[in-house]
C-alpha cells in the first residue's frame, strides 16, 4: 500500500516506532504524530530491555538501534535485597536506558526520515473526528489512552485498577544490577524496583499495599515530602544519596489494560493503549516495539488496511496474551508480598525469579548453577530438620 496517510495519537515508543517503521519503508507515506507533551517532557527515569528486544531492534531500524545501544547500561545479574541479605543471581542479560534518551533517538529517527510529530498537541474529544479523514488511524496514547475511551463501543475495552501504589522515582545512587529490595517498616511493607540507567543515575521504583500508603500518611505529603520519607526507608540501599522526584511523578496504581477488539474500520490501537504489562516484568516497551513491528509487517503483507488490520489482530494477540497472564502471576506477588517475607533469604530470592512462570527451575539453573545449587542444599537441609509427619 503506497503513499498512505495517517494519522498517530500519542508519540510514545509505540507510536514513534510505527511512524519510524513505515516512513523508511516509503518516504511517500504522509505520517503525522501528535504528542500532548514537549520533545524533553516525560513520565518516568530509566527503563530496562532484554537482550531478546536489542535483536529485534537491529534487524528493523539499525541506525536507530546503534544509538540506543551506545547508550545501554548493562549488566547480568538480579539482586533481591530481603532482611538487609543480599543474594546475586546471575545470568540475566539486561540493559537500561532513560527513557527521555530513547525517546529523544525516535524524535530524531523521525525528522531525518520527514515523520511530522506535533509536539504539545493534546488531542480533545473534539480533535478525534478531524483526524479520522486518513487511510489509518492509530491510537498510541498509552494507558489511560482517549481514543481507546472515545471508541470503546467497537474496541470493548477493560481496566482493572490493581491494588498497590506505586510511584516511579529516581537517584543518583547506581545500582550494580536489577535491584529489588524489601523492607519492614513501622508504616508496614515497602519493596523497591531499582536499576542504573545512565552513568549518573537509577530508577528507583517504589510499590507499597494501600494499609501501608495510608499508614505513612502519603495522601497529605508532597513529592519531596514523599521522597526524603522514603529515601529513609530506604536509607542503607541508596547508601544515603536522596531520591528524585520529577514533574511528572506521583502515586499510582496500575491499570491492566486490555480490548476484546483491536481494531475498528480503518483504527487501532498499539502499546500501552491496547494492553498492559505489570512493570515487574520490564516488558511494556518491548511490547510497544513489538506491536509496531507486526502491524507495519502486516501492513506490508496484505493489499487492504483492513485485510492488514485482521492480520495485525490475528498474529499478535496470542502472543500479548500470554505475556499478559505472565505478568499478572508477577503483579500477584507483588500485591501480596508482604505474606512472603518469613520466608528466608534465598528461598525467597528463588520464589522472586520464578514468579511469572516464565523461568523454571531448568531455566534458572542454566542462567546460574551456583545459585541452583545452594537453592536445592538449602531445600535438602530444610527438609532434613523438617517434623516427620507420622
Ligand atoms: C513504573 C513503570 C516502570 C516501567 N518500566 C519499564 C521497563 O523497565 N521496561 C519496559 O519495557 N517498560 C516499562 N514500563 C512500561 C512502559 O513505560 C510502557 O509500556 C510504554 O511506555 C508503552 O509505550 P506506548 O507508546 O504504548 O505508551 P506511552 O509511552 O504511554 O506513550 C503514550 C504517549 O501518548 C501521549 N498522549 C496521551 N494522551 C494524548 C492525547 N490525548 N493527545 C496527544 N498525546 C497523548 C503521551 O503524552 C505519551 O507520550 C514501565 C511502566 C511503568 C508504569
Known amino acids: 500500500m503506497a503513499g498512505m496517510k495517517i494519522n498517530i495519537v500519542g508519540g510514545g515508543p509505540a507510536g514513534l516506532y510505527f511512524g ?15 504528542e500532548r507533551d514537549g520533545p524533553n517532557d516525560t513520565f518516568g527515569w530509566g527503563i530496562v530491555f532484554s537482550d531478546k528486544m536489542q535483536s529485534y531492534l537491529r534487524d528493523h531500524d539499525a541506525e536507530s538501534h546503534a544509538r540506543i545501544t551506545a547508550k545501554f547500561q548493562l549488566w547480568d545479574n538480579v539482586d533481591v535485597i530481603h532482611r538487609g541479605v543480599k543474594t546475586s543471581i ?22 531525518e526520515l520527514g515523520v511530522r510529530i506535533e509536539f504539545q498537541h493534546n488531542v480533545g474529544p473534539s480533535g478525534l473526528d478531524a ?71 537509577s530508577t528507583f521504583i517504589v510499590e507499597c499495599p494501600d494499609a501501608t500508603w495510608n499508614a505513612a500518611g502519603f ?89 492488514a488490520l485482521a492480520e495485525f489482530e490475528r498474529a499478535r494477540k496470542p502472543v500479548v496474551d500470554e505475556l499478559q497472564e505472565a505478568a499478572l ?9 508482604g505474606d512472603r517475607l518469613h520466608l528466608d533469604p534465598l528461598p525467597f530470592a528463588y520464589e522472586i525469579m520464578t514468579r511469572s512462570g ?22 535438602a537441609d530444610h527438609a532434613a530438620n523438617e517434623p516427620r509427619n507420622s
Open 329 to 337: 502471576s508477577s503483579l500477584l506477588w507483588f500485591e501480596n508480598f
Open 131 to 201: 483526524l479520522q479523514d486518513c487511510d489509518l488511524f492509530i491510537g498510541a496514547d498509552g494507558a489511560n489512552s482517549l481514543v481507546r475511551r472515545h471508541f470503546a463501543g467497537a474496541f470493548r475495552p477493560t481496566v482493572d485498577v490493581r491494588r498497590n501504589r506505586y510511584i516511579w522515582l529516581g537517584t543518583q545512587h547506581l545500582f550494580t544490577g536489577l535491584t529489588l529490595t524489601f523492607k519492614q517498616h513501622d508504616t508496614g511493607v515497602y519493596a523497591a524496583h531499582s536499576y542504573r540507567f545512565s552513568e549518573s543515575h
Open 90 to 111: 546471575g545470568g540475566n542479560r539486561f540493559a537500561g536506558i532513560g527513557r527521555l534518551a530513547f525517546l529523544n533517538i525516535f524524535h530524531e529517527r523521525c525528522r
Open 219 to 307: 495522601a497529605d505529603m508532597d513529592d519531596e515530602r514523599a521522597c526524603v520519607f522514603l529515601a529513609d526507608v530506604f536509607r542503607d540501599e541508596l547508601c544515603g544519596r536522596p531520591l528524585l522526584s520529577n514533574n511528572f511523578v506521583k502515586w499510582l496504581r496500575f491499570p491492566i489494560v486490555k480490548n476484546a477488539r483491536w481494531i475498528d474500520d480503518h483504527r487501532v490501537l498499539l502499546g500501552d493503549a491496547l494492553h498492559t504489562a505489570h512493570f515487574s516484568i520490564g516488558s511494556g516497551t518491548r511490547l510497544a516495539l513489538e506491536d509496531a513491528i507486526a502491524l507495519y509487517q502486516a501492513i506490508r503483507n496484505r493489499p487492504s488496511v483492513p485485510a
Open 20 to 34: 519510524i517503521l513505515m516512513k523508511k519503508a516509503d518516504p511517500r507515506h504522509d505520517i503525522t504524530i501528535l
Open 358 to 379: 516464565r523461568i523454571d527451575h531448568e531455566g534458572l539453573r542454566q542462567r546460574d548453577p551456583k545459585f541452583v545449587a545452594a537453592y536445592e542444599r538449602w531445600r
